[in-house]
């Protein structure tokens, strides 16, 4: 059984059971707020909004086609606004440019016009330097009370595209938020220290997992056989947005380690969308597959993954692999959750607050091929994976009473309700 030994499991236990003693403010229309998804993450903007208006928050949703799905227009209290539409590969300049403005015109005209006195941003747009200073400054002086969830505290840091211009935008949003939202307590010391937020205006709630994906009948041997693999082969699994800081090249090189022994039936897949300006990186990949493995060793779908494929792939799976070099959270991992598939990862960021070795995976060095390739021995030889039927239940479970929605939207709204009551109407 999993174990919940760590003291983030101990912490966020006691947030919720102190929440659990708190009320929301009784109003005639109860809280209202809108939720800016900066028009992508669809499946977090799509938990939040469900698990929102199930605790009577009256919510709108400012998306686009990508974020847009049937619960958002049938369930009571929720309003879904499209103010982008969707997104054409094959559109030029100055139709992108267009569209672009008609959004941020139909955000600035929401923000003065609007109802709800809460602004809860999952994401800022397509132009980060205007969204963090002027369109900050205009919800303010529209009356706005800000919330924000960083989900990176400084994504161009983990890039190594750091620069003076991005700390000091970052510094005017945090400093504008009334609110922050993240997913670590190694994120919140991050925040505050760099960026001089008081640690009251900060709330850690631990990334709930990836609810916006079906989960049907399919079995996972079924799921093998669609993706052209034999059941007594050891699927080995990348999923998520190619990019460099993801350390696929480490996967591969120690995926030939694992290869050497000839006993052993090992299965690579590498599936997902190479995020724009990663070209580079994604030709790297591909030469390297060509140059040092026979084909079908290695399965490549670098493309975006529809939603109604994923299942395919968690279930296809033996283990879910991150690489990663780098990383404050990554969502994929709680994406692996809820269909039980156990991870083995890097030590980086948050992954050994949120992985239980030996019990829903197991961690090694990062940048290390050898010490990657024996992480995943070790998975391969553990009752995790011996014991997979009973194991990936047990891993479920786990999933669903630490990350659950229930207590992002109890964590969520008790951070609304402060806020309203501290600047009431």
Known sequence: MIMQTNSVTEESSANEVEIQKQTIPNSPLGIEMALLTGCQDRHYAFG??????????YLDVIGSDEIDSPELHNTPNLRFLNFRGGQSNNANFVQKLWKLLVYYAKLIRYAARSRPRILHILWNYKLELFDRTILMLYYKVAGKQIVFTAHNV??????????????????????????IFVHTQKMKREL????????????????????????????????????GLRDDEKAILFLGRIVPY?????????????????????????????KKGSEAYLHEIERSVKRNFDQGQVILRMQFIPDDEMELYLK????????????????????AYPF??????????????????????????PGDQAELAKAIETYFRSDLYKNSKIRRRELKDYANANHSWHAVAELTCNAYAKMLSRNPL
């Open 48 to 57: 939040l909004a469900m698990a929102l208006v199930s605790k009577g928050v």
């Open 192 to 227: 505050c220290q760099d960026f001089d937020v008081a640690e009251k205006a900060v709330t850690v709630i631990r990334y709930p997992v990836n609810n916006a994906f079906a989960d049907t009948e399919l079995t996972p041997a079924d799921a093998k056989r669609r993706l």
């Open 154 to 179: 400084n994504q161009a840091k983990r890039d190594s595209k750091d620069s003076w211009l991005n700390r000091t935008t970052l510094k005017i949003q945090y400093r504008l938020c009334d609110h």
């Open 340 to 365: 039980g598939l156990p991870v083995v990862a890097t030590d980086v960021g948050s992954f050994r607050e949120d992985i239980v070795e030996g019990s829903t995976g197991f961690l090694c060095k």
């Open 246 to 274: 993801k350390g696929i090249e480490y996967l591969l090189q120690a995926f030939r380690l694992l290869l050497a022994d000839k006993q052993a039936k090992y299965r690579l897949i590498v599936a997902g969308e190479p």
């Open 316 to 335: 296809g799976a033996d283990v879910l692999v991150l690489p990663y070099k780098e990383i404050f959270q990554s969502g994929v991992l709680f994406l």
